[in-house]
């Protein structure tokens, strides 16, 4: 087994563990890159609290730009990606799923690639929880429905 692989692994069980912000908690992370300019974070998040919580927000060093963004179907039956400025709204004890062809973090002008077991920095920005910093690893062989092993 190779050094690079073992920290590959290393890295992935860390960085596949939850992340806690008061009541909120981030949950199997990933990101990928969608082109050399553009990429999206996906994860799960969970409201273990009595009260609702609202994702307005996320930011990032990684991307010139970072927006919340699900995908729509519009008037003629296409779906379209498109920006949900208002949030989401994470109710009391709920989940909200971030995953291709939904719900996704989008980076927009990368400041530089997404390359396959590194990390970006995000922060996901909460009405009530405050920002949740975390570092999501860069998988680039998952397939659109994978789940970490792990949660």
Request: with cysteine; charged share 20%.
């Amino acid at each position: 087994m190779s050094l690079k692989f073992t920290i590959a692994v290393a890295c992935g069980l860390a960085f596949s563990t939850p992340v806690l912000a008061q009541h909120v908690e981030v949950h199997d992370a990933y990101a990928r890159a969608a082109s050399a300019a553009s990429g999206a974070a996906f994860f799960t998040l969970h409201n273990h609290g009595d009260k609702a919580d609202h994702l307005i927000g996320a930011k990032s060093p990684a991307a010139q730009k970072v927006e919340l963004h699900t995908h729509r179907e519009d008037g003629s039956g296409v779906m379209r990606m498109i920006h949900v400025e208002e949030g989401f709204p994470l109710p009391a004890h709920g989940t909200i799923n971030f995953e291709r062809g939904g719900n996704h973090v989008m980076f927009i002008g990368l400041t530089h690639s997404f390359e396959h077991g590194a990390s970006v920095p995000l922060t996901l920005i909460f009405e009530k929880s405050g920002e949740v910093t975390l570092e999501v690893p860069v998988d680039m062989e998952r397939k659109a429905g994978d789940h970490a092993k792990s949660n």
